[in-house]
């Protein structure tokens, strides 16, 4: 536990709080961080008879809709009767009184969370399937009716790449530490080169192997985790963004770009993004529009991770680093374009 992010008089009154609004949360409180994201602040919060996960997020100045912890809280509790896998939602606190910023907490499940997406940690003849299971899972989400769920205000269906370009264009605008003239090509490339057609699924908006629990002993997706950029969007977004590992290097957010994936074990592009259009019955496929656009947004992203740091918010203690990755992203996405 950090002070920056919990001190003392923050963890007695989550400890209160909790014994007050979750069974089996009672007796003493055994907190500690979960080290590895960018993003909420996550810790485990373990009790004699519960084991939770609390999300929170960041201290500081944020940027507008950024670390929407409750609409994370909403989207998995709604999803809970669905086959797609997610942590029991248990509780969702809005008072800042209790820890200064809003919280929930969930169930802690007994599983994998891959270190690398080549995913060293695996023998070569299992690495494939975790990637398949992915896509497969995936395509389980993007099934899901949504309308049905109750979500029909979770996002604005229709018009997502234009709204998502809009909206990925201020935050850059809004959190860029630096000059790049690859992303401001992108920012003109991008809405002159959509496709025509919409659709909309439920969007995690961050899916990657990263954000997936494994069950312990086998490739099997038990849990899908980080949900603070789901939306109402277009399913090939994505799909798209879950296969950005081929277009970086390792040294740019641990991607695959020069590996000898057939020694590893692992799946190029095109049979990952086959299997997802297999499972989910579509006629088409990721295009260079969906790639550009994922890594073009994931970029901005990395900046704003960056911009946290140099403002002293970051969660993260290798935010700095993470955050100059942004370059690479976008220099990857001009090279598709």
């Known amino acids: ?23 089996g949360a009672q007796g003493p409180m055994r907190l500690e961080r979960i080290h590895g994201g960018q993003s909420n602040p996550t810790f485990f919060a ?30 998995q509790q709604a999803l809970a009767d669905t086959d797609v896998p997610v942590p029991r939602m248990r509780a ?28 060293p940690e695996l023998p070569p003849a299992q690495r494939r399937a975790c990637w398949l299971a992915m896509a497969e899972t995936l395509a389980r989400l993007h099934a899901v ?23 990925w264009t201020r935050q850059w605008q809004a959190s860029r530490t630096r000059e790049d003239a690859n992303i401001e ?80 074990g692992l799946p190029t592009q095109a049979e990952y993004l086959g299997h997802y259009q297999a499972c989910s019955g579509r006629g088409d496929g990721v295009s260079n529009f969906h790639l550009a656009f994922s890594l073009f947004r994931f970029a901005v992203i990395l900046e704003g991770i960056s911009a946290r740091a140099q403002s002293g918010n970051a969660f993260a203690e290798d935010a700095v680093a993470v955050g100059r990755q942004s370059a690479a992203f976008a220099q990857a996405a001009v090279e598709l374009i």
């Open 92 to 119: 969702f606190c809005e008072d800042r009184g209790v820890i200064g910023t809003p919280f929930y907490v969930m169930d802690r499940l007994q599983g994998r969370v891959l270190s690398s997406q080549s995913i």
């Open 185 to 264: 090509r992108l920012i003109k490339w991008l809405p002159a080169h959509t496709p025509p057609g919409d659709e909309t699924t439920i969007a995690h908006g961050d899916f990657r192997l990263g954000n997936l629990m494994f069950h312990p002993n086998e490739p099997r997706v038990i849990a899908v985790l980080d949900w603070e950029l789901s939306t109402l969007g277009h399913p090939l977004a994505d799909a798209a963004y879950s296969a950005m590992a081929w277009h970086t290097a390792p040294s740019a957010f641990d991607g695959l770009r020069g590996l000898d994936l057939a020694a590893l």
């Open 46 to 75: 373990n009790f004699d008879e519960a084991a939770l996960v609390l999300r929170k997020q960041p201290p500081g100045e944020l940027l507008p809709s950024a670390h929407a912890v409750d609409r994370e809280f909403r989207i």
């Open 145 to 167: 009716d949504w309308a049905a769920l109750g979500l029909a205000d979770y996002g604005k269906p229709g018009n997502f790449f234009a709204r998502q370009i809009n909206r």
């Open 1 to 23: 536990m950090t002070a920056t992010v919990l001190n003392a008089q923050d963890a007695s009154r989550l400890q209160t709080w909790l014994a007050q609004h979750v069974p």
